[in-house]
């Protein structure tokens, strides 16, 4: 398994979970690092259910959402599923106004987008 | 606007590299919460000023290190004015299709402008579109 400098990976059963190591996700060389590192967990590691826990997560730019986006084709293209929880009403806001909310299956809670796979 | 209360301006130039404006970003940020500004307003205009910025640096000037980006920025406890301008060319705000439609959704660039307009109270591009003005005007407090 790759080392991860802005990611914090765990299993629970046959779901990956991962958490964000940074609060804020906005310079280019951390949203760089950080699309490589999810990229990997889906096109090398082959893990077929991801859930991205938003809970440390409190500011997240538009080139950031644009590195979910791309996860988010990754994991159609490997007939996997992506789930998000914990996301604070901020950032939840800002989903909402790109009504990317629509696209991604964003849950309340951990416990609750687990049982959602 | 020239004769509002402003508690605090800043104006500087920059580099073309998006990490650049971090500094001016924090020392906005603070001057806001100084003047006792919501965190959720915080949050928004942040949001907006990044997308800005790294608009300027990296469609405006394309990252070029070798041009700048003026910001302009004042501050007052129901105010925010800031001026962002590139040295490239310019474009046209309303040529930026509609990042919400459906066949837009999983295009994975193109959402600051809308981000901007979201959070702030006034988006203006001076004709070229190389400036962006930018206010944010907070509801009227009670007395």
């Given at each position: 398994?790759?080392?991860?400098?802005?990611?914090?990976v765990?299993?629970v059963?046959d779901?990956t979970v991962?958490?964000?190591?940074?609060?804020?996700?906005?310079?280019?060389?951390?949203?760089?690092?950080?699309?490589?590192e999810?990229?990997?967990?889906?096109?090398?590691?082959?893990?077929?259910?991801?859930?991205l826990?938003?809970?440390?997560?409190?500011?997240?730019s538009?080139a950031?959402l644009?590195?979910?986006?791309?996860l988010d084709?990754k994991?159609k293209a490997?007939?996997?599923?992506?789930k998000f929880?914990?996301?604070?009403?901020e950032i939840?806001e800002?989903?909402?106004?790109?009504?990317?909310?629509?696209?991604f299956?964003?849950?309340d809670?951990?416990?609750?987008?687990?049982?959602?796979? | 606007m020239s004769?509002h209360?402003?508690t605090w301006r800043?104006?500087l130039?920059?580099?073309?590299?998006?990490g650049?404006?971090?500094?001016?970003?924090?020392?906005?940020?603070?001057?806001?919460a100084a003047?006792?500004w919501?965190?959720h307003?915080v949050h928004?205009?942040?949001?907006?000023l990044e997308e800005?910025l790294?608009?300027?640096?990296r469609?405006g000037?394309?990252?070029?290190?070798?041009?700048?980006?003026h910001?302009?920025?004042?501050?007052?406890?129901?105010?925010?004015?800031?001026?962002?301008r590139d040295?490239?060319?310019?474009f046209n705000p309303?040529?930026?299709?509609?990042?919400?439609e459906?066949d837009?959704?999983?295009?994975p660039?193109?959402?600051?402008i809308?981000?901007?307009?979201a959070?702030?109270?006034?988006?203006?591009?001076n004709e070229?579109?190389?400036?962006?003005?930018?206010?944010?005007?907070?509801?009227?407090?009670?007395r």
């Amino acid at each position: 398994m790759a080392a991860h400098r802005r990611l914090e990976v765990s299993e629970v059963g046959d779901v990956t979970v991962v958490r964000f190591v940074d609060r804020k996700i906005l310079d280019e060389a951390s949203i760089q690092e950080l699309g490589h590192e999810l990229f990997q967990l889906v096109e090398q590691e082959k893990r077929k259910k991801l859930l991205l826990n938003f809970s440390k997560v409190d500011f997240l730019s538009s080139a950031a959402l644009g590195k979910l986006i791309t996860l988010d084709k990754k994991v159609k293209a490997q007939s996997g599923k992506l789930k998000f929880s914990n996301i604070r009403p901020e950032i939840y806001e800002v989903f909402a106004i790109t009504k990317l909310n629509k696209l991604f299956d964003i849950k309340d809670d951990e416990a609750g987008a687990l049982a959602a796979f | 606007m020239s004769d509002h209360a402003w508690t605090w301006r800043t104006e500087l130039f920059i580099p073309s590299e998006t990490g650049a404006g971090q500094r001016v970003l924090e020392d906005v940020l603070g001057q806001l919460a100084a003047q006792q500004w919501s965190e959720h307003e915080v949050h928004g205009i942040h949001l907006a000023l990044e997308e800005a910025l790294v608009n300027a640096i990296r469609h405006g000037n394309r990252s070029d290190i070798n041009k700048q980006v003026h910001v302009a920025c004042k501050v007052s406890a129901s105010k925010l004015w800031v001026q962002i301008r590139d040295e490239g060319p310019g474009f046209n705000p309303d040529d930026v299709p509609d990042c919400t439609e459906p066949d837009r959704l999983e295009v994975p660039s193109g959402r600051g402008i809308m981000l901007m307009r979201a959070f702030m109270s006034r988006v203006e591009y001076n004709e070229c579109g190389n400036c962006v003005v930018m206010e944010k005007e907070r509801p009227s407090m009670p007395r």
